[in-house]
């Protein structure tokens, strides 16, 4: 028998009759409380062994066999956030593999952790990927708790790893981005050129662009329609002008004589758009391995070194606060002294 602190209260865990039974005490979880709440617990289990009714059993199901409502339930809750669900059932395939016919009930937080390790024993698995793997885990104790197939969730908070690997906080400097966008031409990608150089000049996610459609540009007005994102802030209007006029120009005029719906129906139909947000070039004359968002990440960066107002930034960005915008603005010390002199000349003006 064993007592857990779950939400403010005395939960209890026992095993009987093969099965898992648990439950609330009723009881605070405190020290002073443990006592009464360990006689509750012995009175449920005395109720299990005569037959009496009162508590819900934890009913047996093989993992593999759970993980298909779960997933499908994923679907409905993250239906405005698809790219959430594909994660979530990314993580699922390795899962299913590792766990199979195991019952849920019987998982233990050793279990877990030795996914996790199986994990990153694997040699071409990332830490952002096993840190997804274990909170979708996490996630599916949570809903097999709801449906009486678990008594608790094994995964602990700390056997989630950091996430502070997978920050980006690589602007790419001005050769950085001559080379890149060299390169793609070179390799003949002109549509990612594009869709890269509009992050660059104008700071939306690559799968806001790639939900673009023509009817969404509007040339006379210079307005380009962000319908769909992670967020309700992330529709907005974006201003274009510039190079952002030229290419978005060309892009609708190629969707329509093409019949596609999509500006970017090339990667569309070619099935690429969800390997666009992750995609590594070669280190040669980069400071650090480039993947595509550091290109947002610069939009930002350089915005605030122009001055821009943080809180249009904040729309622009696709944001509702300022505390998210912090994570893709990213000054060096050149930045801060830059900004130290200017405010030194306004005192002294002043």
């Not at 943080?310 to 606060?321: E, Q």
């Not at 930045?335 to 030194?344: K, V």
Request: with cysteine; charged share 25%; aromatic share 8%.
């Amino acid at each position: 028998m064993s007592l857990v602190k779950r939400a403010k209260n005395w939960h209890y865990r026992f095993v009987c009759h093969k099965r898992i039974w648990s439950g609330d005490t009723g009881w605070a979880a405190t020290e002073r409380n443990r006592i009464p709440a360990s006689l509750y617990e012995a009175e449920q289990r005395r109720n299990v062994l005569l037959g009496k009714g009162g508590i819900t059993k934890i009913m047996p199901i093989p993992f593999a066999d759970a993980a298909v409502p779960f997933l499908a339930d994923c679907e409905v809750k993250h239906a405005n956030k698809p790219n959430t669900y594909k994660r979530m059932r990314g993580s699922f395939a390795s899962l299913t593999v590792y766990f199979s016919n195991k019952l849920v009930s019987t998982m233990t937080r050793a279990d877990t952790i030795s996914y996790k390790n199986w994990r990153t024993n694997a040699s071409d698995v990332k830490p952002v990927t096993i840190r997804h793997d274990m909170h979708a885990l996490s996630k599916f104790f949570q809903y097999a708790e709801i449906q009486r197939w678990s008594g608790g969730n094994p995964v602990h908070s700390d056997d989630i790893p950091s996430d502070k690997d997978a920050v980006r906080i690589h602007p790419v400097t001005p050769e950085e981005e001559r080379w890149y966008f060299a390169k793609l031409l070179k390799k003949n990608l002109p549509q990612l050129h594009d869709l890269g150089r509009l992050m660059l000049l104008m700071g939306p996610r690559p799968e806001e662009l790639l939900a673009v459609e023509s009817t969404h540009i509007d040339l006379f007005d210079a307005q380009l329609q962000i319908v769909e994102g992670k967020s309700a802030a992330a529709k907005r209007s974006l201003k274009f002008d510039g190079e952002c006029r030229e290419i978005l120009t060309r892009l609708k005029g190629a969707a329509e004589r093409a019949g596609s719906r999509y500006i970017f129906h090339a990667e569309r139909d070619l099935k690429l758009p969800l390997s666009l947000s992750t995609i590594e070039t070669q280190q040669s004359k980069l400071d650090a391995p480039f993947v595509i968002y550091d290109l947002r990440h610069t939009f930002a960066t350089r915005a605030v070194r122009d001055k821009i107002n943080l809180w249009a930034l904040v729309k622009i960005m696709g944001h509702k606060d300022l505390r998210s915008i912090a994570r893709y603005v990213h000054l060096n010390q050149e930045d801060m002294d830059a900004a130290m002199l200017a405010l030194h000349k306004t005192t002294a003006s002043g």
